[in-house]
């Protein structure tokens, strides 16, 4: 985005800028090419305007660090976040964070935090290397594979591993592949647009697109509760299957079967989809822009087999990297809604309850004057100066905060030190590579191809 939007000069009443497009035609434009969308609508209408989409109330999206600032600092219960999620619950029912709201999210956000930070986290570093040397060591020599594939296999294996503490019976494999089967759904627009436009999610039989979708769904549940069922059987252990077996309410009730299936389905569906997106959005940038790879692999040479985890994610280009891929393709456009309860004054503008609030990640992190040249991938940036959080929030802010960044962080970083290790890689074509939507996230279109070589010692 380079054009230079016009300055804000907010009229205390005025309505705010509305995108004069009919709803279908917003609606199939923000499915199918959504970043030319909002760059189009930016540049027209600057740090805030209107947006509509079939099913939804109107989206007041937000593209200024103070607009995003109040968001992230207002009273979290003047809003409602759900009900913008509600997209999100054919994958992860209804009983999970994502959907939570109130007293039940902060309870459970609680309970789930621990292991994806801190020290708790940290004691995965060394199962994340391992992961990554096993998929990797099984890339075929000199031969083009899908990097998001390969990124998928490290990531699923880790949350999994997480949240089960183990990752490689049968009943995983058969998880992996459905997982992987099931949100293969939502790689186009066609299929995306079952989660946007909910009249189309109809069951036409097993050859028909959502009739495959709850079919995967069905057999997904079923591997789940029978680990469910075993494991409140057997002693627990340190892992999120075993804390969340462990909770109860205030009269003493452990969670239902039905609630613990949709907080697995949150944390493995939140947990590895983009943090494996996010990967393979690295690896092409590192490839794509060889100054870039030459600084890191000089950074990465003094790393050895005995290096902690915790130092190789210190290092700060490595960190700078990992940013700058978070900032130019962000994972997700924009961070959940932020419903009103009550009137709000935001940025001038005197909005009404039952407005989205919807902060545009995006948007933000292309502003020409927090980033100039904002399409160009420099992780300089990042060592140049500090970015406030309401001018660089790929995780989100407030109480929604992502409850994995510092996981994902982590384990991008290891991820990328120990192939970049191990394997030199080069990208199979020089072309371009744009994002697409795979459901709520965009990932690198065509999974970036790419051939590797194992390096010696
Ligand atoms: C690069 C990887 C990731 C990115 C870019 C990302 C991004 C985000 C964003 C933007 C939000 C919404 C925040 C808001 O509205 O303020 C979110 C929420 C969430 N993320 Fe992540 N995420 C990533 C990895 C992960 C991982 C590894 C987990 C592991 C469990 C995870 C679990 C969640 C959960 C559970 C929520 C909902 C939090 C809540 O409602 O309290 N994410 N993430």
Same mark, same amino acid.
């Given at each position: 985005?380079?054009?230079?939007?016009?300055?804000?000069?907010?009229?205390?009443?005025?309505?705010?800028?509305?995108?004069?497009?009919?709803?279908?035609?917003?609606?199939?434009?923000?499915?199918?090419?959504?970043?030319?969308?909002?760059?189009?609508?930016?540049?027209?209408?600057?740090?805030?305007?209107?947006?509509?989409?079939?099913?939804?109330?109107?989206?007041?999206?937000?593209?200024?660090?103070?607009?995003?600032?109040?968001?992230?600092?207002?009273?979290?219960?003047?809003?409602?976040?759900?009900?913008?999620?509600?997209?999100?619950?054919?994958?992860?029912?209804?009983?999970?964070?994502?959907?939570?709201?109130?007293?039940?999210?902060?309870?459970?956000?609680?309970?789930?935090?621990?292991?994806?930070?801190?020290?708790?986290?940290?004691?995965?570093?060394?199962?994340?290397?391992?992961?990554?040397?096993?998929?990797?060591?099984?890339?075929?020599?000199?031969?083009?594979?899908?990097?998001?594939?390969?990124?998928?296999?490290?990531?699923?294996?880790?949350?999994?591993?997480?949240?089960?503490?183990?990752?490689?019976?049968?009943?995983?494999?058969?998880?992996?592949?459905?997982?992987?089967?099931?949100?293969?759904?939502?790689?186009?627009?066609?299929?995306?647009?079952?989660?946007?436009?909910?009249?189309?999610?109809?069951?036409?039989?097993?050859?028909?697109?959502?009739?495959?979708?709850?079919?995967?769904?069905?057999?997904?549940?079923?591997?789940?509760?029978?680990?469910?069922?075993?494991?409140?059987?057997?002693?627990?252990?340190?892992?999120?299957?075993?804390?969340?077996?462990?909770?109860?309410?205030?009269?003493?009730?452990?969670?239902?079967?039905?609630?613990?299936?949709?907080?697995?389905?949150?944390?493995?569906?939140?947990?590895?989809?983009?943090?494996?997106?996010?990967?393979?959005?690295?690896?092409?940038?590192?490839?794509?822009?060889?100054?870039?790879?030459?600084?890191?692999?000089?950074?990465?040479?003094?790393?050895?087999?005995?290096?902690?985890?915790?130092?190789?994610?210190?290092?700060?280009?490595?960190?700078?990297?990992?940013?700058?891929?978070?900032?130019?393709?962000?994972?997700? !456009?924009?961070?959940? $809604?932020?419903?009103?309860? /009550? *009137?709000? @004054?935001?940025?001038?503008?005197?909005? &009404?309850? %039952?407005?989205?609030?919807?902060?545009?990640?995006?948007?933000?992190?292309?502003?020409?004057?927090?980033?100039?040249?904002?399409?160009?991938?420099?992780?300089?940036?990042?060592?140049?100066?500090?970015?406030?959080?309401?001018?660089?929030?790929?995780?989100?802010?407030?109480?929604?905060?992502?409850?994995?960044?510092?996981?994902?962080?982590?384990?991008?970083?290891?991820?990328?030190?120990?192939?970049?290790?191990?394997?030199? !890689?080069?990208?199979? $074509?020089?072309?371009?590579? /744009? *994002?697409? @939507?795979?459901?709520?996230?965009?990932? &690198?279109? %065509?999974?970036?191809?790419?051939?590797?070589?194992?390096?010696?010692?």
């Amino acid at each position: 985005m380079t054009a230079t939007a016009p300055t804000l000069a907010p009229t205390p009443s005025a309505p705010i800028p509305r995108i004069p497009v009919p709803t279908w035609l917003q609606t199939i434009r923000a499915i199918a090419d959504p970043i030319p969308y909002l760059e189009n609508a930016y540049a027209q209408y600057g740090d805030i305007f209107e947006g509509r989409s079939f099913g939804f109330p109107p989206f007041v999206i937000l593209s200024h660090p103070d607009a995003i600032e109040q968001v992230f600092t207002t009273d979290p219960s003047l809003f409602d976040s759900v009900s913008g999620n509600q997209i999100i619950s054919p994958i992860t029912g209804d009983q999970g964070l994502l959907l939570l709201e109130g007293e039940a999210h902060k309870k459970r956000r609680k309970l789930v935090m621990p292991p994806f930070h801190g020290e708790r986290m940290r004691a995965y570093g060394d199962a994340m290397c391992a992961i990554a040397t096993q998929v990797s060591q099984e890339w075929p020599q000199n031969q083009p594979f899908v990097m998001r594939s390969a990124t998928q296999e490290i990531t699923l294996r880790v949350i999994l591993r997480t949240i089960f503490g183990i990752d490689n019976n049968e009943r995983f494999q058969q998880l992996s592949q459905l997982l992987d089967e099931m949100l293969h759904t939502f790689d186009t627009p066609l299929g995306s647009s079952h989660l946007f436009l909910t009249g189309l999610q109809k069951d036409l039989g097993p050859w028909s697109l959502w009739g495959k979708f709850l079919r995967r769904r069905q057999a997904i549940n079923e591997l789940l509760l029978a680990e469910i069922q075993e494991r409140r059987q057997q002693p627990l252990g340190q892992d999120i299957l075993s804390l969340l077996l462990a909770a109860q309410d205030e009269q003493g009730e452990p969670m239902s079967d039905a609630e613990l299936r949709d907080e697995l389905m949150t944390l493995l569906f939140a947990g590895h989809e983009t943090t494996a997106s996010a990967l393979a959005w690295a690896f092409y940038w590192i490839h794509k822009v060889p100054e870039v790879r030459t600084k890191l692999l000089a950074e990465l040479r003094d790393i050895t087999p005995d290096t902690d985890p915790s130092e190789i994610a210190k290092l700060p280009y490595l960190s700078a990297v990992c940013s700058e891929t978070l900032r130019i393709y962000p994972l997700v !456009l924009f961070t959940f $809604s932020r419903t009103l309860k /009550q *009137p709000l @004054r935001v940025m001038g503008y005197d909005l &009404p309850p %039952g407005a989205m609030l919807t902060p545009c990640i995006y948007l933000v992190h292309h502003r020409e004057d927090l980033y100039p040249n904002p399409n160009a991938f420099r992780p300089e940036r990042f060592l140049e100066r500090q970015f406030s959080p309401y001018e660089y929030f790929p995780f989100g802010g407030s109480n929604r905060r992502c409850l994995g960044y510092a996981f994902a962080l982590f384990e991008m970083k290891l991820v990328l030190a120990t192939i970049l290790r191990q394997t030199s !890689l080069q990208l199979v $074509s020089s072309k371009p590579i /744009q *994002p697409v @939507r795979r459901g709520i996230t965009f990932t &690198p279109a %065509g999974g970036v191809p790419m051939l590797a070589t194992r390096l010696g010692g």
